[in-house]
């Protein structure tokens, strides 16, 4: 008879606290420090003035939304209106 020993090996657990972890955050690119971004109110991202559509009727002439959110904000609200008069 042969009786097999299995070793089981000891879920090593290692723990990873030594370890430092550099995150390097580009938050300011050089070269593009000329436009000054602007934080659109829907989405919270800080784009270029070019990403958002010009409004004279607002203070700064510009809207608080960008032009994604404004785009999706009125698709929504066409297809809303779309579906209430079929
Ligand atoms: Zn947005």
Redesign the pocket.
């Known amino acids: 008879m042969t009786t097999r020993k299995r070793k089981t090996a000891a879920a090593t657990t290692e723990t990873t606290a030594t370890t430092t972890r550099r995150e390097a955050t580009a938050t300011a690119k050089s070269g593009d420090t000329s436009t000054p971004l602007r934080q ?6 800080r ?1 270029r003035a070019s990403s958002f559509y010009h409004n004279a009727a607002l203070a700064d002439g510009l809207t608080p ?6 785009c999706a904000y009125y698709t929504a609200r066409r297809d809303a209106r779309r579906e209430a008069s079929q």
């Open positions: 659109c109110r829907k989405c919270g991202k784009r939304w960008c032009r994604d959110c404004l």
